[in-house]
């Protein structure tokens, strides 16, 4: 079955709002799994638990059917959304457009040119939708 990974911030920002609402369209589009994903900083830990995003999500989207909910622990946002992927062995990532320009930043220190779609295409084989803040997408 086809899996759609979103990560979101939590408490829920707007732009998170835009890409979760995407994320639950393509899921329901494609008969697709879906998970929900906060990464909880070491750092800056808010001690956020499956539930209290569960309870948010469903505050504004009303129950997911089948979604699951999890809660990394992580030092990098970026590098534990990325570990997250790959590990779900994830068909379609939708990610916020200001997630990608970090991932861009991050991989600009490691690549001349970064690429985050196809990197994360050749990488982990998925397909990547960005959302805006306006609730516009690309893939």
């Not at 909880?40 to 699951?68: I, M, P, Q």
């Not at 062995?89 to 970090?102: C, F, H, N, Y």
């Amino acid at each position: 079955m086809t899996l759609v990974v979103v990560p979101v911030r939590y408490p829920l920002t707007a732009h998170s709002k835009s890409t979760l609402a995407e994320a639950i369209r393509v899921s329901t589009d494609r008969g697709a799994e879906l998970t929900v994903f906060h990464v909880d900083l070491y750092h800056d830990s808010s001690n956020v638990t499956r539930t209290d995003l569960k309870r948010a999500v469903e505050a504004e989207c009303g129950e997911l059917d089948g979604a699951r909910y999890v809660v990394r622990r992580g030092f990098l946002v970026e590098e534990t959304i990325l570990e997250e992927i790959a590990a779900e062995k994830a068909d379609v990532v939708v990610i916020g457009s200001k997630q990608a320009s970090q991932w861009r930043r991050m991989l600009r220190k490691l690549l001349s040119d970064p690429d985050i779609d196809a990197y994360l295409r050749e990488k982990l084989d998925c397909t990547v939708i960005t959302v805006d803040a306006d609730g516009n997408t690309s893939e």
